[in-house]
């Protein structure tokens, strides 16, 4: 497996858990207003959110290196 393709499937797979963190994170809030609780280990919604963040800044930080790459190898 060559780096480019590790890269493009960390990238993926960050990309999706930060947005299934992100949805977890909303459903908490929404069951914490109703008096309800969705996550049985007891996270905050504030820290399920985090770590989606965390995840997409790690996404960005991919991305623009892949186009820094792509620009250097441009004549």
Known sequence: MTLEKLESVVSRLF??????????????????????????????????LETSVVLLVFVIAIQLREIREALKRKP
């Open 15 to 48: 990309f999706f858990g930060a947005f299934v963190l992100l949805a977890l994170a909303l459903i908490e809030r929404i069951a914490n207003y109703s008096g309800y609780t969705f996550l049985q280990m007891r996270p905050r919604a504030g820290t399920v």
